[in-house]
């Protein structure tokens, strides 16, 4: 199994940045399928970003389109989620999931995959 650990979160102004980190241990993460997840108060999980451990594809929702990337470090065992231009509706926890396989395949809910972080806090001030 691997464990997910993340970190990186706080509180930063409308308009900045962040990066949030998902190191993983027990595994290496370089045949993961990585994913990151939000959840807002009174709000389902939702989607952010994912990138797949083969083909080097990554996949965005439409609400951070253009303004967040998702990268990994195998060496660091570690995934990245760096937050730029960031708005009020970003406000959530982020949490960081794994599964072994996927391909390059798009897979957006929370039930395909298998393994979680405890999640971060971003809060961004208007």
């Known amino acids: 199994q691997v464990q997910l650990v993340e970190s990186g979160g706080g509180l930063v102004q409308a308009g900045g940045s962040l990066r949030l980190s998902c190191a993983a241990s027990?595994?290496?993460?370089?045949?993961?399928?990585m994913g990151w997840f939000r959840q807002a108060p009174g709000k389902e999980r939702e989607f952010v970003a994912a990138?797949?451990?083969?083909?080097?594809?990554?996949y965005y929702a439409d609400s951070v389109k253009g303004r967040f990337a998702i990268s990994r470090d195998n060496a660091k065992n570690t995934v990245y989620l760096h937050m730029n231009s960031l708005k009020p509706e970003d406000t959530a926890v982020y949490s960081c999931?794994?599964?072994?396989?996927?391909?390059?395949?798009?897979?957006?809910?929370?039930?395909?995959?298998?393994?979680w972080g405890q999640g971060t806090q971003v809060t961004v001030s208007s």
């Open positions: 999931a794994g599964r072994i396989s996927g391909g390059s395949y798009y897979y957006a809910t929370p039930n395909d995959y298998t393994y």
């Open positions: 990138d797949t451990y083969s083909g080097g594809r990554t």
């Open positions: 027990g595994r290496t993460l370089s045949s993961y399928y």
